[in-house]
């Protein structure tokens, strides 16, 4: 087994225009899209983390009737070869880039989450163990004031990585 070598951590807020948070509630399991999830709403805020795919699948207002994430109902499974299926969402990638051919790791992109552990206001998704070159995930989404934030951490590999979030949004979405 490799040494812990370099921990590294990426964050990153997600931050969107909306009225100030004034109240938060804990993540509590549902059930998204035929699968397991976990939901956390505030005041004007509602975020979605989908332990199928692993990884925030919606965020948006409270009422939920807009996503600004990009989301497909139905997931394709993944096939090594075949086209890279879109599971939507965010996504989180360890580079450079280089380091690996296209498509991504599938245990970063087309896994199902290992575990879910919900904390209160902060939910820990452990993804897989990867392949030996590469390190598994864990992310943890939590709020911090009227922002939510997600910080990725990896460790069992002395290779230097850094992290890439990758936030696709809907098609004709504009930004402000």
């Given at each position: 087994?490799?040494?812990?070598?370099?921990?590294?951590?990426?964050?990153?807020?997600?931050?969107?225009?909306?009225?100030?948070?004034?109240?938060?509630?804990?993540?509590?399991?549902?059930?998204?899209?035929?699968?397991?999830?976990?939901?956390?709403?505030?005041?004007?805020?509602?975020?979605?983390?989908?332990?199928?795919?692993?990884?925030?699948?919606?965020?948006?207002?409270?009422?939920?009737?807009?996503?600004?994430?990009?989301?497909?109902?139905?997931?394709?499974?993944?096939?090594?070869?075949?086209?890279?299926?879109?599971?939507?969402?965010?996504r989180f990638?360890?580079?450079?880039?280089?380091?690996?051919?296209?498509?991504?790791?599938?245990?970063?992109?087309?896994?199902?989450?290992?575990?879910?552990?919900?904390?209160?206001?902060?939910?820990?998704?452990?993804?897989?163990?990867?392949?030996?070159?590469?390190?598994?995930?864990?992310?943890?989404?939590?709020?911090?004031?009227?922002?939510?934030?997600?910080?990725?951490?990896?460790?069992?590999?002395d290779r230097?990585?850094?992290?890439?979030?990758?936030?696709?949004?809907?098609?004709?979405?504009?930004?402000?």
């Amino acid at each position: 087994m490799k040494g812990l070598g370099t921990i590294a951590a990426s964050v990153l807020l997600i931050v969107i225009m909306i009225p100030r948070v004034t109240g938060m509630t804990d993540w509590q399991p549902i059930e998204w899209r035929g699968g397991p999830a976990w939901v956390s709403e505030t005041a004007s805020c509602r975020a979605v983390v989908s332990e199928t795919r692993g990884r925030l699948v919606h965020f948006g207002p409270a009422d939920g009737g807009l996503n600004l994430l990009n989301e497909v109902e139905a997931v394709e499974p993944y096939r090594a070869g075949a086209d890279s299926p879109n599971w939507g969402g965010h996504r989180f990638w360890l580079g450079p880039q280089k380091t690996w051919v296209w498509p991504p790791n599938p245990d970063w992109e087309f896994s199902a989450a290992r575990s879910v552990e919900a904390m209160g206001s902060r939910l820990v998704v452990t993804m897989p163990d990867s392949e030996d070159d590469f390190p598994g995930l864990v992310r943890e989404y939590f709020w911090e004031g009227d922002r939510l934030g997600c910080r990725v951490s990896w460790s069992g590999t002395d290779r230097p990585f850094y992290g890439m979030h990758v936030f696709a949004v809907p098609a004709g979405t504009r930004p402000v």
